[in-house]
């Protein structure tokens, strides 16, 4: 009997201990399915909120979000933050079959190329010049701190309104002990006209050799190509945007009216473009791991190149 009782009061709190493990097991999957999805959805808010900036640090951003989340839907999230993005498409693409092993061969693609770019456009920077550039670019950062070890120059960078991206521009060249001279957008044509050369970022190349960035570089290139100064867009090739070989249009971002003007009045319309085309016309080169070309050839070394972007 007290067997019986003894095997009895083992078996119950036996139970009691597998429920209270598979209770603890359910939320601690829980748990970590939260923290997941907080991860991920956090890299997909910085992206739309511009807290990560830059066409190459958005596409390394979508590599860390896609190890945590690889389905159709998160790829589908991931997307829609920035439609301006083909480098973020094309980085999606390729790393979505198995993105810990082809996301490390994405992420030494970017480092390799970078070098790359920066060398050639190094060579472009003539010594005693001053060069021009809109917003912020990582690529025309790096350009400009590869020619300083040979070199003397000087800047002269943009605001880039609303958001003031030209800031971060110029604290990194400060950093960098290259000298730098601050304008507001409007007074463009009164820096360019003093410039020896421009030098831009990408957000995106289509198929017939528009340029896609920041709002506001058409008119400086416009401006430039007044005055005979050449001007040159500084770029790794995965932002060449594929789609528009099969006939869809790159879209261009439109953000919020509110970070034009916050307590704008009432019934007023503002827009507020992110980006523009530039026509081929404009466009002395494509500077790009690939080489120094015009937005025609460009393309063609891209199809060539990478035919898995096709």
Known sequence: MVFLILYIYVWCNLGIIKCTIKFLVK????????????????ICKDIKSLRIQGAENIAK??????????????IRKLISQRPTEPALRNTIKFIKDDPKKLGKLALKHFKESNKI????????IKKNSTIFTHCHSSAVIKILKEAKKTKKFQVYNTETRPLYQGRTTAKDLLKLKIPVTHFIDSAGRIAIKDCQALF???????????????????????IAFKY????YF??????FDPDTVRGFQERIEER????????????????????????????????????????????????KTYPWML
């Open 27 to 42: 939320k601690l999957i829980y748990y970590n399915t939260s923290l997941i999805a907080m991860s991920f959805n956090k």
């Open 61 to 74: 951003a979508g590599i860390k979000a896609l190890r945590i989340r690889n389905d159709s839907k998160a």
């Open 117 to 124: 770019i920066s060398k050639y456009g190094a060579r472009l």
């Open 200 to 222: 831009f970022g990408v957000d995106a190349i289509t198929s017939d050799g528009k340029v896609v960035n920041k709002i506001g570089t058409e008119m400086f290139c416009e």
């Open 228 to 231: 005979d100064i050449p001007v």
């Open 234 to 239: 500084c770029t790794n090739s995965w932002k």
């Open 256 to 303: 919020p009216p509110k970070e034009i003007w916050p307590d704008a009045p009432r019934k007023l319309k503002i827009k507020n473009y992110a980006f523009e085309f530039i026509k081929p016309q404009l466009v002395t080169a494509i500077i790009s791991e690939l080489g120094v070309y015009k937005p025609q050839t460009f393309i063609q070394e891209v199809k």
